[in-house]
């Protein structure tokens, strides 16, 4: 049976462990000198017209280089995203997937606009707004020092980064997660409860991909 770190590695739900997994890889990576974060940006020129399509992929698995910065976006991120797909998504690697898919086709659109070059902090806080917006009664105690309802806490989080960062530029990033994770929510939890009355593409993974996953 594994033990230590590996029994806790292996508990982690499939998506959130091979973000994780990645997310950490690369940044050690970077930390080794074995690659720069020159090559891993993300933009719509570097991408598509320097036919360098692998950026629009390592945006989101960067963090940074490893200081109190990569590990407050990596704690959260894997916390939220770990109890997301083990209560709204359990069973459902697909559907999850394809949330996470669907965010990250929308951060691409949007990272122009706002001068978003690296997009992993802002597809992080899609799991944690979704969390957060369907467990709204849930206390939440930030650092031991201040307790909030669980709506509150992407805010919260993004305020910490700013203070953390001393400027504004730096939660820009978080912010924009938290927009389209309010979409994803929006799409999910209201548009298919009260404007359609079931499922959508939008709210549910394609046939294929289901089965891809393994999922029924």
Known sequence: MPVGIEA?????????????????????????????????????????????????????????????????????????????????????KADYFWLLLQSAVMLLALAPLFNLPFLSSSLAFV?????????PSTPISLFGLFTITAPYLPLALVAFSWVLSGTWKAAAGDLVGCAVGHIGWFMRDVWTREMVGGPTVFSEAPTRLKRLFGDR
């Open 8 to 92: 806790w590695i292996t508990q982690i739900p499939p998506i959130t462990r091979g973000w994780l997994a990645l997310s950490v890889l690369i940044s050690l990576a970077v930390q080794c000198q074995l690659m720069t974060p020159l090559q891993l940006y993300y933009s719509p020129k570097s991408a598509f017209v320097n036919v360098q399509p692998w950026r629009a992929i390592t945006t989101f698995f960067y963090f940074g280089s490893i200081s109190l910065d990569f590990v407050f976006h990596l704690f959260f991120f894997m916390r939220y995203s770990r109890m997301l797909e083990e209560s709204s998504f359990a069973n459902r």
């Open 127 to 135: 799991p944690i707004y979704l969390w957060s917006r369907r467990h």
